[in-house]
């Protein structure tokens, strides 16, 4: 598989070629707030299996991942070793229909992140902790982005059966791991995303979304525009003084008023 937008990029956020192609007209799910996350993944084994022992996580391979506006991605486990990072800090990882667990250090704390959401947290002088992250039933992570808001951790991520895929925005608690909210981004291509003081600027296939990383619900957000325009795959989100700009497929160019969402003709 040849993504397209993590983007020509992650995002994380989380970011390539176009799977778009081959999903054009496929269904997504729908992007809306969830609050009560009972669906989420328990550890499906011990921890002593994924990771032997607190040593061993300290210890095992990992992605290192440096912090800023933009998502942060990480590479899968697995390649590691293969896939060197490019110099927009997203690489395309062809991940063939293959599960894969992700591994990275951020700051002074280890994350592991398996495919179905049960992931672990190992900071300096503190036990490992465990928590999950919201995925549907039946679908793994594909591609995982990280970025802090208010010293919060947040994923950004992309989950998929093989057939269709969306993403997933969630800001868990610092200290406990616990998911303060969860919100939905409805379709593939989850991408590069942008944070501007409170606001996160999400993008995927045919849509454009300004979400409140304090509230987790969407300012304004603006959908099908795959089916109206053809807008397939976004990359960086830029601010150009009252306006957001996201350059798309095809060398065009999403514009909006940041502030009320308000579309602008190129």
Not at 22 to 31: F, G, Q
Not at 108 to 137: I, K, M
Not at 146 to 161: E, G, H, I, N, S
Request: net charge negative; glycine share 10%.
């Amino acid at each position: 598989m040849n993504w397209r937008l993590w983007p020509s990029t992650l995002c994380v956020v989380l970011i390539a070629g176009c799977r778009g192609d081959a999903r054009d007209h496929r269904s997504s799910r729908t992007a809306e707030r969830v609050d009560s996350v009972g669906a989420a993944p328990q550890s499906q084994q011990p921890l002593e299996d994924t990771i032997g022992s607190r040593s061993d996580l300290r210890t095992s391979p990992a992605d290192t991942i440096t912090l800023s506006e933009y998502t942060s991605f990480v590479r899968p486990l697995r390649l590691l070793g293969v896939s060197p990072k490019d110099a927009g800090d997203f690489t395309p990882y062809s991940t063939d229909m293959e599960p894969d667990t992700f591994s990275f250090i951020v700051d002074h704390e280890r994350y592991l992140v398996r495919p179905h959401g049960d992931a672990f947290r190992l900071s300096d002088g503190q036990s490992v902790q465990g928590f999950a992250l919201p995925l549907d039933t039946g679908l793994y992570i594909e591609r995982l982005g990280f970025m802090r808001f208010q010293a919060d951790p947040v994923f950004l991520y992309q989950q998929t059966d093989n057939e269709g895929a969306s993403g997933w925005v969630a800001r868990l608690d610092a200290a406990g791991l616990k998911v303060k909210w969860s919100v939905r981004v409805p379709g593939f291509n989850f991408g590069y995303a942008f944070l501007h003081g409170s606001d996160l600027y999400v993008a995927c296939f045919g849509f454009v979304g300004k979400l409140d990383l304090s509230t987790g619900t969407y300012i304004w957000r603006h959908d099908n525009l795959y089916q109206t325009e053809g807008f397939n795959a976004f990359e960086r989100p830029q601010l150009r003084g009252d306006t957001v700009a996201i350059a798309a497929d095809g060398g065009r160019m999403f514009l909006a008023d940041w502030r009320t969402g308000r579309r602008i003709k190129p």
